[in-house]
């Protein structure tokens, strides 16, 4: 188990910065998840961990030790990969075991050696009973399920008991179903293990159910490192606002009132009152105001809305509504009175949720 510290850690290839002076503390036995849009840089990061990517500027470290310059294999990590890379001539066996074929293990007493061959059944049999794969041993990958191969790949990676374990989009190959299953089983496996894991996606499903902390990329650069109900909650930014939460949060522009922040947000529709935590704005001032769907409430509100389009999704329905020219969507209850296409709503916020933009940074106010 092992801490992993980015220090102002950057990556360029050629003309383009792929990781911007990365500043990230990941605590032994923690689980934080990169998250971000595809290019955004956090598989870049991940392999920079792993050694397969040279590090520009900035110091990476492992525990105590700068890594800048170690060897993959010398670094005491484990990493699964999207596809599975299971070798498909051995068993489920001999693929569990390649790990400790290769390289040398600290032993005790300062004592480094490869493992004998009592030692690596221990550790076999151990991971497979772990990822309950008791009775598959003996099997070859092609007679596996997607799910079991995942196991797989898993198991190899527990075998060597690295310092972090380093996952890139393990769950993409799986469907819905075996997605939702295997969060479960991670979760789980992490508890077990107590070890480090830096865990990249694009799902925002993934790294909410999974993550102690989330850390949001964006072209390159942190957005928000927090818990993920800090991010979802409080978002520092614009970027962070809209990209996590399903559907997004709504956003659109509005003119500060006449006196100020007190007064609340002209938003065209109606005066928009504000929450206490709201910072000072002066009036006539344009911000962008984020409000999440599940907020909303209809019935007698400041703002009138009129509803485009109907969305049944079994427990709730999601109302698509035109504030102006603006989409706003708003969550409603699968057990409340339907609501059809072309009504005009009343709609009011608590001022509490209510979060104000800078429009020009993007930042939180």
Not at 191 to 214: C, G, N, P, S, W
Request: charge should be negative.
């Amino acid at each position: 188990m092992s801490k992993v510290v980015f220090e102002g850690v950057t990556k360029r290839f050629g003309d383009v910065t792929a990781v911007d002076s990365l500043d990230l503390h990941i605590d032994d036995g923690e689980f934080v998840v990169l998250l971000g849009p595809s290019g955004c840089g956090k598989t870049t990061a991940l392999r920079m961990v792993a050694g397969l990517e040279e590090i520009t500027d900035g110091t990476l470290r492992i525990g105590d030790t700068v890594v800048n310059d170690m060897e993959p294999r010398d670094r005491n990590i484990s990493m699964v990969f999207q596809s599975y890379a299971l070798y498909p001539h051995m068993t489920v066996a001999k693929n569990i075991e390649s790990p400790l074929m290769v390289r040398s293990f600290d032993v005790g007493e300062g004592d480094h050696r490869k493992l004998s061959k009592a030692e690596r059944s221990e550790r076999i049999t151990e991971a497979a009973r772990t990822l309950g794969l008791d009775t598959l041993l003996d099997r070859k990958p092609a007679a596996l399920s997607g799910g079991q191969r995942q196991r797989v790949a898993l198991a190899r990676a527990i075998v060597s008991r690295p310092a972090a374990f380093l996952m890139d989009e393990p769950l993409s190959n799986l469907d819905a179903k075996l997605r939702a299953a295997t969060r479960v089983e991670l979760v789980e496996l992490h508890r077990k293990l107590a070890t480090t894991f830096i865990y990249v996606t694009h799902d925002q499903v993934e790294a909410m159910t999974m993550a102690d902390r989330v850390a949001i990329i964006a072209d390159g650069r942190l957005q928000q490192v927090g818990a993920p109900r800090e991010v979802y909650e409080r978002p520092a930014n614009l970027f962070v606002a809209r990209f996590i939460g399903s559907p997004p949060m709504n956003t659109f522009t509005a003119t500060v009132a006449a006196n100020g922040a007190s007064g609340g947000v002209d938003t065209g529709a109606g005066i928009l009152p504000l929450g206490a935590t709201t910072g000072p704005l002066s009036a006539g001032e344009q911000v962008v105001v984020g409000i999440r769907p599940e907020h909303v409430t209809i019935g007698d509100g400041p703002l009138e809305v009129s509803v485009r389009a109907v969305e049944w999704l079994g427990h709730e329905r999601l109302l698509i509504c035109e504030l102006g020219d603006t989409q706003l969507n708003v969550r409603q209850v699968s057990g409340d009175a339907e609501i059809p296409v072309g009504a005009t709503l009343r709609i009011g916020v608590d001022p509490a949720h209510v979060m104000v933009f800078d429009p020009t940074s993007g930042e939180l106010r």
